[in-house]
Nanobody, 127 residues
Framework: QVQLVESGGGLVQAGGSLRLSCAASGRTFSRYVMGWFRQAPGKEREFVAAITWSGSTTDYVDSVKGRFTISRDNAKNTVYLQMNSLKSEDTAVYYC????????????????????WGQGTQVTVSS
């Protein structure tokens, strides 16, 4: 079992930065693929970024490439999402998610690929 708690959301002006954190409980955090998703009002939850258990490989949705960076610290059981050059269209509730190794190869960009979810943190970008 893994429990996930996000933090770091808030209100920021366009062009600004935020760093989201997701703290995980559970002794096997280092063996999980971690992902970030977001959901804007009236829209489906969409994939943002994912990272392998070792942190050596990452993946991003095209709209955030070059602006967002996902990373993890397995010693702290925490995954991060550094968000730079924020745009109004980045406004959403951001969720972190976790699942086993196989998710990376089969479903890392799909909501159905993750069995564990946090409660979400609101990010609002004002233009």
């Amino acid at each position: 079992q893994v429990q996930l708690v996000e933090s770091g959301g808030g209100l920021v002006q366009a062009g600004g930065s935020l760093r989201l954190s997701c703290a995980a409980s559970g002794r096997t955090f280092s063996r999980y693929v971690m992902g970030w998703f977001r959901q804007a009002p009236g829209k489906e939850r969409e994939f943002v970024a994912a990272i392998t258990w070792s942190g050596s490989t990452t993946d991003y949705v095209d709209s955030v490439k070059g602006r967002f960076t996902i990373s993890r610290d397995n010693a702290k059981n925490t995954v991060y999402l550094q968000m730079n050059s924020l745009k109004s269209e980045d406004t959403a509730v951001y969720y972190c998610a976790a699942d086993g190794d196989s998710t990376w190869y089969s479903a890392r960009t799909r909501r159905s690929g993750y069995g564990y979810w946090g409660q979400g943190t609101q990010v609002t970008v004002s233009s």
